[in-house]
Nanobody, 127 residues
Framework: QVQLVESGGGLVQPGGSLRLSCAAS????????IGWFRQAPGKEREGVSC????????YYADSVKGRFTISRDNAKNTVYLQMNSLKPEDTAVYYC????????????????????WGQGTQVTVSS
């Protein structure tokens, strides 16, 4: 069964850090581009970061550049999103998603392009 499971969310104060994990089962994550997306209440889902299957390409939304870092550990079949200097506006449900591209250099921040989704993990930034 193909599955993605996010973890690592929680409540953190402004300026704090969290590391989200996205563990895959039923398939080898190393062949797939991975994206992290988020959705705040009343807002559209938006792309946060993505990484290509080769790891050579990464993209970040302007709102998180310099604060968030995406990475993967193929041995653990897991992708991470390190989030530093968190702000209240980062509060959202965070989802990971995958898509297969034959070109290993491609990744995408368009949520409509993704094929498999996790269930999401809540991140709340508040004092």
């Amino acid at each position: 069964q193909v599955q993605l499971v996010e973890s690592g969310g929680g409540l953190v104060q402004p300026g704090g850090s969290l590391r989200l994990s996205c563990a895959a089962s039923g398939f080898a994550l190393r062949f797939y581009a991975i994206g992290w997306f988020r959705q705040a209440p009343g807002k559209e889902r938006e792309g946060v970061s993505c990484i290509s299957s080769s790891d050579d390409t990464t993209y970040y939304a302007d709102s998180v550049k310099g604060r968030f870092t995406i990475s993967r550990d193929n041995a653990k079949n897991t992708v991470y999103l390190q989030m530093n200097s968190l702000k209240p506006e980062d509060t959202a449900v965070y989802y990971c998603a995958t898509r297969y591209y034959s070109d290993s250099l491609i990744c995408d921040l368009d949520y409509n392009a993704m094929e498999t989704w996790g269930q999401g993990t809540q991140v709340t930034v508040s004092s």
